[in-house]
């Protein structure tokens, strides 16, 4: 594994280390993702470990903050592989996509999770939330074949900026 760096490293195995005072986490992709699993389970002391794909990304970290961008254009290119990035222990988790989302699996149930924005379209992608330390806010842009589980009475905010079609909310379809 590679360890990520503040000006990035781009490898199929990165490793992000944790930073030395525990501090809320965020992960932002910066231009999209494809056929993606995301989960709790870094067994080590590190805050995030991922297997990319080829084409694989750049991926820089300063604290707590780790940044994946794809190499331009890449995310058009064939059909890419099966991505997996594992989450460590944070206090919380921010989890970030802009430029649109595609087949992502996303199962969070092992984090502290405060919020998830899907900037863009989202579509053939399946969220899975954590019990509720807190309130989680769900903000996505245009969604497209999306199921969405949390557990029962926890406090979901959810909020569509464009259309939605065949969205599933713990069950049901969103009202607008």
């Not at 000006?7 to 993702?33: K, M």
């Not at 331009?72 to 592989?81: N, T």
Request: glycine share 8%.
């Amino acid at each position: 594994m590679v360890q990520a760096t503040p000006i990035g490293v781009r490898d199929v195995r990165v490793e992000v280390a944790a930073s030395a005072q525990p501090t809320p986490a965020t992960l932002c992709f910066d231009n999209g993702l494809e056929h993606f699993s995301l989960r709790a389970g870094v067994e080590s002391s590190g805050l995030l470990s991922a297997v990319f794909a080829d084409p694989p990304p750049v991926v820089w970290a300063i604290g707590a903050d780790v940044h994946v961008e794809y190499p331009l254009g890449s995310r058009f290119s064939s059909w890419p592989g099966p991505s997996t990035v594992l989450l460590g222990r944070a206090p919380s988790w921010t989890v970030q996509v802009h430029g649109g989302a595609a087949r992502l699996d996303a199962d969070l149930r092992g984090t502290s999770l405060r919020a998830v924005t899907l900037a863009g379209a989202v579509a053939h992608s399946t969220l899975r939330l954590p019990p509720p330390p807190w309130p989680c806010l769900i903000r996505i842009g245009a969604v497209k074949d999306v199921i969405i589980t949390h557990p029962p009475h926890q406090r979901v905010r959810l909020e569509i900026a464009r259309t939605a079609t065949n969205v599933r909310f713990g069950g049901r379809r969103p009202q607008p």
